[in-house]
């Protein structure tokens, strides 16, 4: 599944990501991906969109309520 997400900015984005499992944070306090979880992008304030945007391309569907369905994305990923 691939997820275009929008945020109030990127602290709350990560506690979401934290929140559904998309990303985990190790014992020494870094994030990584979860195992689920093949790439996410940080593509951040966006100049005639209000936000702040990520990207998520992970193996199951979550409920996100802030999914967007933009016509002209700023980013894709690659053959998808």
Known sequence: MIY????T???NAI?????KGVIVEN????????DNT???VYVGDIIDLDG???DVMIDQVI????????????HTFAGW
């Open 9 to 11: 900015d990127k602290e």
């Open 38 to 40: 093949h790439a996410i």
């Open 15 to 19: 506690a979401d990501l934290i929140a």
């Open 27 to 34: 014992d020494k306090g870094f994030l990584n991906n979860a």
């Open 52 to 54: 702040y945007h990520v």
């Open 4 to 7: 275009k997400l929008k945020y």
């Open 63 to 74: 409920e996100f309520n802030n999914a967007l369905n933009p016509n002209n994305p700023k």
